[in-house]
């Protein structure tokens, strides 16, 4: 089984920052895309920004700029700096991958972490 582990949530005042990590841990043959979605109070889980294995990377407008996702191949881990945080930015923040678990078998698996709070105060 494989697990994601975020971290780094907490409460900041607007302006401020904050680093979020997501530790992918367990049966894991290689990790294919990784991505951070945002669940604001009473709303639907959104994309905020996705990287693939190679580097490559897509965000949601209202962050781009401001949020920098990056991640380490050989930790399996990735990471989403924020900066400027911004009242709306508050929720929960999730991690995904899609995992390959076996060398003997090409098929991709989704996984989600239990989600990190962020709270940014006016």
């Known amino acids: 089984q494989v697990q994601l582990v975020e971290s780094g949530g907490g409460s900041v005042q607007a302006g401020g920052s904050l680093r979020l990590s997501c530790a992918a841990t367990?049966?894991?043959?290689?990790?294919?895309?990784m991505g951070w979605y945002h669940q604001a109070p009473g709303k639907q889980r959104e994309l905020v920004t996705r990287i693939t294995n190679s580097g490559s990377t897509i965000y949601e407008d209202s962050v781009k700029g401001r949020f920098t996702i990056s991640r380490d191949n050989t930790k399996n881990t990735m990471y989403l700096q924020m900066n400027s945080l911004k009242p709306e930015d508050t929720g929960l923040y999730y991690c995904?991958?899609?995992?390959?678990?076996?060398?003997?078998?090409?098929?991709?698996?989704?996984?989600w972490g239990w989600g990190t709070q962020v709270t940014v105060s006016s």
């Open positions: 995904n991958a899609v995992v390959q678990i076996s060398s003997h078998t090409r098929d991709l698996h989704n996984f």
């Open positions: 367990g049966s894991i043959f290689s990790v294919n895309s």
